[in-house]
């Protein structure tokens, strides 16, 4: 590539060299020559097209990737190849399992299952198919309290058996005690409340009207039996010392081919309508310092003839349940032996008895008369008549029906609408239309 070079004159005398070639003389270079000759020499980007030389040459080369950059390409890489598999697998699994959510909601979140006897929730819903008993217990000061298992009964009918002194008809299902009791003899009323739970009804004994109902009703009967219960004896109890357990009770509706019980249930709220109905009672001033404002916060039953055997009963808010007491003040206790011992000496062995507690307290007028004999009692059960409902801290007025032995208990509050019932322990207390009393 030929090169221009600019020679400047000093006070215009210099002269430019002479060759001894042909070539004639070059002209004199101006200023303005000279900064072209410059121009060319410094800005190469204006030379000729056909330059020997090309413009790549004059390119800086590209700098190497550092260690670090390639380690970091590879893992972009990487990532991106495994967000890519991991779509693929989600819509392969999509395709191939249109309910695949569904599937994994329901295992996350299974339906809760409650007894339709109590309405507590339970863990499998064939407990709801198990067979039930009715137990006939007693009340009196001659040895028989305190009870045993009676807390663990879903349903408790009280009812005076004679000489104003009370009896229950205790329903269970699925106990899991090992005493039940003590057990006293059948009447003819408890077995009409008994039959609508389709259940074992254990007594010792009964008023002759019981048991020919018995035979004519066909219902399941374990009278007293040592095969399925024993005598607790060494023990104040006297004569109320017959007891059976979960155990035995399950060995009698095995041998006689009792699998299940059709029962028919009272309905129950669900714990959200309980929750609703507590939290509507519960007021709180501007330092948000709440109270419960309750009705009725306690109540008493008076049964007429025999005030020993009268009750009454404290509302708990904490638990939403009723401690009962006698009418001395005493509460209302019972032993919950548990199930690994075996025919245990109630007394010695099952530890300090617990307060008896239910979700619900009925209180359910009745006709009540003497029998023939001025003795036993004649308590009308079918037909219709009055009722107070005590749950939640209140004081519900209500009427029952019962339209056959057979049928269940219907209660209604006064626009007519059926009762649903705390889950929980139902205690319903027949009291004597005629001589007894509810006060709260």
């Not at 060319?40 to 000729?48: D, M």
């Not at 879903?154 to 299902?173: C, H, P």
């Not at 010392?241 to 129950?268: E, G």
């Not at 009962?324 to 245990?344: I, M, Q, V, W």
Request: net charge negative.
């Amino acid at each position: 590539m030929p090169s221009f070079k600019t020679k400047t004159t000093k006070n215009n005398a210099s002269n430019l060299h002479q060759g001894t070639s042909n070539t004639p003389p070059r002209p004199k270079t101006s200023i303005n020559d000279a900064v072209i000759e410059a121009s060319f020499t410094t800005n190469p980007l204006n030379q000729p097209a056909n330059d020997a030389q090309s413009t790549d040459d004059k390119q800086p080369s590209k700098k190497p990737r550092t260690t670090g950059q390639k380690v970091f390409l590879v893992v972009i890489i990487l990532l991106l190849i495994g967000l890519i598999a991991a779509i693929g697998v989600i819509i392969f699994l999509s395709i191939k399992s249109p309910d695949w959510n569904n599937k994994i909601d329901r295992v996350d979140y299974p339906d809760l299952i409650y007894s339709t006897l109590t309405g507590e929730e339970i863990s499998d819903a064939n407990l709801n198919n198990s067979p039930t008993y009715c137990v006939q217990i007693p009340n009196g000061p001659d040895g028989a309290r305190p009870q045993a298992g009676l807390n663990q009964a879903a349903v408790v009918f009280e009812a005076i058996a004679e000489s104003g002194i009370t009896r229950f008809a205790a329903i269970f299902q699925n106990p899991t005690v090992s005493a039940i009791g003590p057990i006293r003899s059948l009447r003819p009323y408890y077995l009409n409340w008994d039959l609508p739970f389709n259940c074992t009804v254990v007594h010792a004994g009964g008023s002759d009207e019981a048991k020919d109902a018995l035979i004519e009703t066909g219902a399941r009967n374990l009278d007293e039996n040592n095969n399925y219960m024993w005598r607790e004896y060494g023990t104040d109890r006297g004569w109320n010392n017959l007891f059976t357990s979960t155990k035995d009770l399950a060995q009698f509706n095995s041998d006689n081919n009792y699998s299940s019980s059709n029962i028919q249930a009272f309905l129950h709220l669900t714990p959200e309508e309980v929750t609703a109905i507590q939290n509507e009672k519960l007021l709180c001033n501007e330092s948000d310092n709440c109270v419960y404002n309750y009705l009725v916060p306690n109540f008493s039953i008076s049964f007429g003839a025999n005030p020993f055997f009268n009750t009454s009963y404290v509302y708990n808010p904490e638990t939403n349940t009723y401690s009962r007491f006698y009418a001395n003040g005493d509460p209302h206790l019972t032993y919950s032996c548990p199930d690994e011992l075996s025919k245990p000496n109630t007394l010695i062995d099952c530890g300090e008895p617990i307060q008896i507690t239910p979700s619900v307290v009925i209180a359910m007028f009745v006709q009540e008369s003497l029998m023939s004999d001025n003795y036993h009692e004649n308590i009308t059960t079918t037909g219709t008549g009055s009722a107070i409902v005590f749950q939640n801290g209140d004081a519900i007025e209500a009427t029952w029906a019962k339209t056959s032995a057979n049928s269940q208990i219907i209660f209604r509050d006064m626009t007519g609408n059926e009762l649903k019932f705390t889950p929980g322990q139902l205690w319903i207390s027949a009291v004597p239309q005629q001589y007894g009393n509810v006060s709260y």
